[in-house]
């Protein structure tokens, strides 16, 4: 939440303090000085000489304020002029970037990488393609004795569990995410559990609460939704639909061992039921149901009051949070989801046929240190990967929701680490959408057919 105080007697929320853009520049500039300071003496004493020649980093877009990937980036290029890097945008999707990826690692794989066009050294794989591209033989394990001290251990485990794949680390986690839930400050109160923690909300409060607006579910003068987020046919509908079944009381959906689904019907339909209910009675709506990859559109949902909650991931909070943003605004609060979240983010790994290697790891060291991790949180509102930036006292004075979403990224759970992941969310996320437009009942056939997809079929 933005204020993590006490509230007074009267349940009225403190006024919270919002962020200009204009001063997040600033804090990108001070930032990269620090992190030049710091890191000069890492990068001036490292004992084995870097391969020389460009390193392309394969990389969804970053739409962050501030662009603190590709800044991160110049700085490696002033330090090391011989090896500089560059970033390749993908699409911004998840479902368009695997698809992209895939093929080119494909190609490489075919081509030995002689195809300028398709020569990548270094993926950013969201966390649900590390499994599936290690399986696949596309990546390089990280050589962990090559790692400066001590750098493996700051990371949040969870986080890190997420690059590894049958016993081999084959990535370093360069950005996390947890799902947050935003509510309205004005309209909105909550109990929390303990003195100054954020309130929390289950999806039984969420409904009566949505329910209970002027209008609601009626025929006429109907708000937006009481609760907005990412239901359209993309990766956003596997991420909210595991998120719905977790919050039920499903505690795993994979055994990644076996390769096999767990399913236990009654649990994985518990909460869908409510939810599929709500939906009828027009309390929840999200990127339009029809939307692939639209996530933009529960965002605006929320921003311009169309919505009492919303589930979308911390990197919005800036641009809520904004005041010399066009458009209109509205006060909020933030907390946890009524369950674990989805673990989100973005993993480094390095290309299997990259001809600099060493480099390559290198430069995924200094992506991930903590100086690093500070600059993509503090300019772009990315989730850092590392305890030390969590424990910053500075840091949560200054972002006063560090605390609360480093609890939700220790609790979130990692998505199915199989090779077959994509398989298998298309199919999760159409029964899900089937149950969801329907009573909440998942298709009869459904554990069949998610076990073929984890198989590949």
Partial sequence: MTDRKPRGASGTPRRRRRVPASFLFGVAVGTVVGVVATLGWYVATREEPLERGELVILS??????????????????????????????????TDQQHSEMVGIAQAQAAGGGDDPDDAVDIYNLDVTFTAE???AGHLRPIDEARLAPGHLDAFVPEVLDSCRYRGSLWALPFNTDAG????????????????????????????????????????????????????????????????????????RLVDETENR???????????????????????????????PGDEARSLRDFQEGRALFMRNWPVNYRSLAATDAPGPRVPFEVTRLPGPSALG???????????????????????????????????????????????????????????????????????PRVPHYFQFSRVFREGVRTALEGDGTLPEDFEARLNRALRGG
């Fill in 133 to 135: 591209f290690a399986a």
């Fill in 180 to 251: 947050l839930l935003f509510y309205r400050s004005d309209l909105v109160t909550g109990a929390p559990a303990a003195p100054g923690e954020a309130p929390r909300f289950d999806w039984d409060a969420i409904i009566d609460r949505s329910a209970a607006l002027p209008g609601a579910g009626g025929a006429t003068q109907r708000p937006a939704a009481g609760y907005v987020g990412q239901f359209g046919p993309y990766e956003g509908l596997t991420v909210n639909g595991m998120e719905l079944l977790w919050a039920g009381g499903v505690d």
């Fill in 261 to 291: 689904v767990v399913f236990q019907r009654e649990r994985w339909e518990r909460r869908l039921r409510d939810v599929a209910a709500a939906r009828r009675d027009g309390l929840l709506v999200g990127d339009a149901f029809t939307v």
């Fill in 345 to 415: 983010g973005q993993n480094l790994a390095i290309a299997k046929q990259s001809r600099q290697p060493r480099a390559a790891q290198a430069l995924i060291e200094f992506l991930t240190r903590e100086e690093a991790q500070r600059t993509l949180f503090t300019v772009g509102g990315f989730a850092p990967t590392r305890t030390d930036v969590y424990a910053d006292p500075a840091l949560r004075q200054r972002f006063p929701y560090l605390a609360l979403l480093g609890e939700a990224v220790r609790e979130a759970r990692v998505r």
């Fill in 60 to 93: 969804g877009r970053d739409t962050s304020s501030g662009g603190p990937r590709e800044e991160l980036v110049k700085l490696w290029n002033v330090l090391h002029p011989q090896s500089p890097a560059r970033i390749r945008e993908a699409p911004v999707t």
